[in-house]
């Protein structure tokens, strides 16, 4: 997925686990070496979560290549 496609607040699984039961909805799409991003991609920084509309989430990062619509 491009970045450009990536809208804040969907759900998106990842690529190698697209039938597993977490969920990451995007947050904010950083760019190069934008404030936490110190990589020279563009990264997208999610909450990671179990179930949709869970209490408890993780905030991961994943690159936009990773992330897959539901």
């Known amino acids: ?13 990842h690529k190698d686990s697209p039938t597993h039961y977490y969920y990451a909805q995007a947050i904010e799409i950083l760019k190069p070496k934008q404030k936490e991003n110190i990589h020279t991609y563009t990264i997208v920084k999610c909450k990671w979560m ?9 905030i991961k990062y994943f690159r936009p290549c990773n992330l897959i619509k539901e």
Do not use: V
């Open 1 to 13: 997925m491009r970045p450009q496609d990536i809208e804040i607040g969907e759900y998106y699984r």
């Open 50 to 58: 179990q179930k949709k509309n869970d209490q408890f989430c993780l």
